[in-house]
């Protein structure tokens, strides 16, 4: 699914890359823009973790389970042993099982919670070189992109530029013939020529 990228695990675990879908910054970078391999990878990553966590929480459960039955062991063989109990020893056969069950339920688990810190590295691992790849390809195109709009600022300038340039001349004829027909005609006089072209 990742891309070949040739990245050194050796430096990469030296890094301590954390778990990515956890990670605050590449959530801010990559959670709204992934790629459908860095969904589907970023979705088993995420039932990976959950499944260790679940896993661990059943490991207690049982643990849990096997003490009360350890518990319940006990009790059962000094009624069936103090009081020749038949009913006792029947259930303490029937409790025995039980352990044993529960015995590979947590050996089960166990080796589970063995085997699942690789598989989440792993996972991480290809995540990680999927989001390497796609991150160079985000920063060319953006390299591209924002080359490209220095080049149509650059033409704005200009025109901006010359219209600045214009404005200020038009402004500045404004002002000069403003200044000339006050000086030549007088305040009133131009007071009342300019309600008679601006219709004020």
């Given at each position: ?10 430096i ?9 879908i956890?990670?605050?910054?590449w ?14 990878l ?25 003490k009360?039955l ?33 015995n590979d ?18 996972m991480?691992?290809e995540?990680?070189k999927?989001t390497?790849?796609?991150?160079y ?5 953006g390299k ?18 010359k ?5 200020f001349?038009?402004e ?29």
């Amino acid at each position: 699914m990742a891309r070949k990228i040739d990245l050194d695990e050796k430096i990469i675990k030296r890094k301590k890359i954390p778990i990515l879908i956890k990670d605050n910054a590449w959530k801010s970078l990559h959670k709204e823009n992934q790629t459908k391999d860095m969904k589907a990878l970023a979705e088993k990553l995420e039932e990976l973790i959950h499944e260790e966590k679940e896993s661990m929480r059943q490991l207690k459960d049982a643990q849990r389970q096997k003490k009360v039955l350890m518990n319940k062991v006990l009790k059962l063989s000094d009624d069936a042993n103090s009081n020749d109990n038949r009913t006792a020893l029947i259930e303490l056969e029937n409790t025995k099982q039980r352990i044993l069950e529960v015995n590979d339920r947590i050996d089960e688990l166990q080796f589970r919670l063995e085997m699942l810190p690789k598989e989440i590295y792993d996972m991480n691992f290809e995540l990680l070189k999927e989001t390497v790849y796609e991150s160079y390809e985000d920063i060319i195109e953006g390299k591209e992109q924002v080359s490209y709009l220095d080049i149509e600022i650059q033409k704005i300038r200009k025109i901006l530029g010359k219209m600045w340039e214009e404005k200020f001349t038009k402004e500045k004829r404004i002002n000069d013939l403003y200044l000339y027909l006050h000086g030549t005609l007088g305040h009133e006089e131009t007071d009342k020529l300019d309600r008679d072209f601006f219709n004020t």
